[in-house]
T-cell receptor, first 115, second 110 residues
Framework: DTGVSQNPRHKITKRGQNVTFRCDPISEHNRLYWYRQTLGQGPEFLTYFQNEAQLEKSRLLSDRFSAERPKGSFSTLEIQRTEQGDSAMYLC?????????????FGDGTRLSIL | GEDVEQSLFLSVREGDSSVINCTYTDSSSTYLYWYKQEPGAGLQLLTYIFSNMDMKQDQRLTVLLNKKDKHLSLRIADTQTGDSAIYFCAESMTGYALNFGKGTSLLVTP
């Protein structure tokens, strides 16, 4: 059983640059979620998709952030004009949607460092 | 998350039981989860419980839910050094947005 896959594992970039991360969910999972985790904190919800539809966005997701899931399979998270405060681990998770509360399975994350 | 509280550290001896506690503030929390995170890795789902249950057991793991006190606990029996990690409690009203605590760092000593 292949788990949630995230690429790249690490990204180092200069402030002001754009970055894009990719998430491949577990194949039969139609829900996909993005979270952000900073040092010493638990993950914070950013957004989620059911198939290709983005159904919820947190207020943490500023207009510099955009997420897509064009064909209902993999998803991308783009951050434009990166800032120091964007340095964090970005985690992707996926789940089934047979019923509410289906447990979410996480990938290993992409660690973003802004210089 | 400010709505989910966990103690930050717990140290136990190998072979003993560990009990990690979590309190949450929202009485509408319907779905509750425990995750484990090892250094540099993502979160591994350990177990979960819904608000219509009081207890769930899965091999070495026992989850207890006290809805009146809004208290959730995770007991790990026969704790091993490989159990050393950060354990996160998470709750959700919606079933999609998880609200996490800051995590409890468990250290298992030989």
């Amino acid at each position: 059983d292949t788990g949630v896959s995230q690429n790249p594992r690490h990204k180092i970039t200069k402030r002001g640059q754009n970055v894009t991360f990719r998430c491949d969910p577990i194949s039969e999972h139609n829900r996909l979620y993005w979270y952000r985790q900073t040092l010493g904190q638990g993950p914070e919800f950013l957004t989620y998709f059911q198939n290709e539809a983005q159904l919820e966005k947190s207020r943490l997701l500023s207009d510099r952030f955009s997420a897509e899931r064009p064909k209902g399979s993999f998803s991308t998270l783009e951050i434009q004009r990166t800032e120091q405060g964007d340095s964090a681990m970005y985690l992707c998770a996926s789940s089934l949607s047979f019923s509410e509360g289906e447990p979410q399975h996480f990938g290993d994350g992409t660690r973003l460092s802004i210089l | 998350g400010e709505d989910v509280e966990q103690s930050l550290f717990l140290s136990v001896r190998e072979g003993d039981s560990s009990v990690i506690n979590c309190t949450y503030t929202d009485s509408s929390s319907t779905y509750l989860y425990w995750y484990k995170q090892e250094p540099g890795a993502g979160l591994q789902l350990l177990t979960y419980i819904f608000s219509n249950m009081d207890m769930k057991q899965d091999q070495r793991l026992t989850v207890l839910l006290n809805k009146k006190d809004k208290h959730l606990s995770l007991r790990i029996a026969d704790t091993q050094t490989g159990d050393s990690a950060i354990y996160f409690c998470a709750e959700s009203m919606t079933g999609y947005a998880l609200n996490f605590g800051k995590g409890t760092s468990l250290l298992v000593t030989p």
